[in-house]
């Protein structure tokens, strides 16, 4: 059966018959479309008859929003799908409801395909009902010219599933602020003006449910805040985070997709209040239970600023059942970003200059980040490990390359009385002075480059095929030309200045002048082609490394020989 990039699934069973068929019905439209799956909610319409069935309003009720989060936590199986629930046609109880549309929606990804849990009397692909599906299909949104439709009944309905309601309502994913019971029939107020908050980075179903709940109770505009700046440096893997420009584009993208009514303000996110604690139109703040403290606190504030308070939306997690041992239990970005570790971020570089049956790393990262364990931990791999600071105290001993060149420019009074060069004096010399370290990275950076290809002539004379280049100057210095690939060790600046203090007995002003000579983490990173973290345990390290070594394997050039 073909596979399509992208499809529009339109449920017709009700909703609570249709909770216990869910996981099966994506299983069904995952064989069907590999990218993108737009998910349209009209249950109870009939496929079936002469009459062209009409796209009619859903009732927002508290059973839609829970079924909303449902579905979300059940495309978690199928995360090479982009699910995207379309609100169009679900209206809150509202005295200012806009106009229901009439035209067709524009869709970011026409489906080519159509599907539809609707039953057929006998299961067969019925040629009418397809027909059918195709022109309700085209009368709501724009399709590709050659749309394919497909009945996924009777595939999704075999198995020990019921088939009538079971009469048990979905339990409770979200929460108003007030603790009133409610049932699941409720109808879901709608507000003219709200606001949501997030990071967004690398848009996830846990995300679709907050904005998705957003975009049901807005009936005119949604502010939307993106965290930047400050309120990133307390993420995990920040380095790894989209740049805000990506996130707001994607961000938007689905949010035009699945309610283009609606006016979104997308906006920095630069102090945890945002414009939810500040702007006095504002009507409602949709929060996750990890952030309903913050809602509380916007309340506060508001308060205090004479503003009414918010009425505040608590979100469920989701759960993510996948997870491992130091990863969040939760859906989640830091998870997501944790997973790009040891994994290749952009192509090679092809370095014809290089010996050919020779693959070589450049490792680097800021003082601190533990790259000297990653470098060992390659070299136990089979490796062939060059330690760029050694090379450095080889070049600076009496009658090395380096050595009067160096103490030509830097006077008699660097050296011990043995004649060997105090690296201390000489660093208290360069450290913080950017005139006298060029004069000496000018000196040292070349011979330590010959070295190093000398060093992988050796390489290639004892039959190694990788070749790590272990050097926190390796981009300062240009080296990366003469690596294939640059992976940098990433580790928060403040457990570096920890590391450094208690590794080199620095105070902790010293171990921040010593970084902020360096290029930062995150300069290291948009230059790399690997990262990895020793931020957790030795054994999470060492998983990473090995993870890292065995795809790198895979993409070493067939010319070259087989790793061990």
Not at 215 to 221: R, W
Not at 232 to 261: G, M, N, T, W
Not at 429 to 451: C, E, H, S, Y
């Amino acid at each position: 059966m073909a596979v399509f990039r992208s499809g529009l699934l339109v449920l017709t069973t009700p909703l609570a018959s249709l909770a216990p068929r869910l996981a099966p019905i994506l299983t069904s439209a995952s064989r069907l479309v590999n990218h993108t799956l737009y998910v349209h909610l009209q249950p109870g319409m009939s496929l079936e008859g002469p009459a062209q069935p009409q796209s009619s309003t859903v009732q927002a009720t508290f059973e839609v929003l829970d079924f909303i989060t449902h579905f979300y936590t059940g495309a978690e199986v199928h995360r090479n799908l982009d699910v995207r629930i379309l609100l169009t046609n679900i209206r809150t109880k509202s005295a200012f409801l806009p106009p229901q549309p009439t035209s067709v929606q524009n869709l970011a990804h026409p489906p080519e395909v159509v599907l539809t849990d609707f039953q057929t009397l006998d299961g067969s692909q019925y040629n009418p009902v397809k027909q059918q599906l195709e022109r309700y299909a085209t009368s709501c949104y724009s399709c590709c010219p050659r749309l394919a439709s497909v009945l996924l009944y009777p595939d999704y309905g075999t198995g020990e599933l019921p088939v009538e309601p079971m009469g048990v309502p979905l339990f409770s994913t979200i929460r108003p602020a007030s603790p009133v019971a409610r049932s699941p029939k409720q109808p879901v107020r709608g507000y003219q003006r709200g606001a949501v908050g997030g990071t967004f980075d690398r848009l996830h179903n846990a995300h679709k449910v907050l904005l998705s709940v957003a975009c049901i109770l807005a009936q005119e505009q949604l502010v939307v805040g993106v965290a930047d700046k400050d309120l990133l440096k307390s993420k995990v893997l920040p380095e790894l985070l989209q740049p805000y420009a990506e996130r707001v584009e994607h961000l938007s993208d689905f949010l035009v997709d699945i309610k283009p009514s609606l006016t979104f303000d997308i906006i920095p996110l630069l102090d945890p209040y945002g414009p939810a604690g500040s702007d006095p139109s504002l009507e409602f703040l949709v929060v996750s239970e990890e952030t309903y403290r913050g809602g509380m606190a916007v309340n506060r504030f508001r308060l205090e600023n004479g503003l009414e308070e918010l009425a505040l939306y608590q979100i469920q997690l989701l759960q993510d059942l996948s997870h491992k041992e130091n990863e969040e239990d939760k859906v989640s970005s830091s998870t997501f970003r944790q997973r790009m570790l040891g994994k290749l971020l952009r192509p090679p570089h092809k370095r014809p200059e290089l010996p050919v049956s020779l693959y070589v790393i450049g490792l680097t990262g800021i003082s601190g980040s533990g790259k000297s364990s990653i470098a060992k931990r390659l070299k136990d791999l089979g490796a062939f490990v060059i330690d760029s600071d050694q090379l450095g105290h080889q070049a600076y001993a009496p009658g090395g390359p380096a050595y009067q060149p160096v103490v030509e420019a830097f006077g008699t009074d660097i050296l011990h009385k043995d004649g060997i060069i105090n690296r201390k004096v000489l660093g208290s010399r360069v450290f913080g002075n950017k005139k006298q370290m060029k004069i000496l990275t000018d000196i040292m950076w070349p011979v330590i480059a010959k070295l190093s290809r000398e060093e992988m002539d050796r390489a290639v004379t004892e039959g190694k095929h990788v070749c790590v280049i272990d050097a926190a100057m390796l981009l300062e210095a240009g080296w990366q030309n003469m690596v294939h690939e640059v992976w940098t060790v990433v580790i928060p600046e403040t457990e570096a200045v920890r590391r450094i203090v208690e590794r080199d007995g620095l105070s902790e002003a010293a171990a921040q002048s010593r970084l902020q000579s360096q290029m930062s983490g995150q300069q290291l990173v948009d230059q790399s082609h690997v990262v990895l973290s020793t931020l957790w345990e030795p054994h999470i390290t060492q998983r990473q490394v090995e993870k890292a070594w065995a795809l790198l394997q895979e993409r070493i050039p067939k010319t070259q020989p087989a790793l061990d």
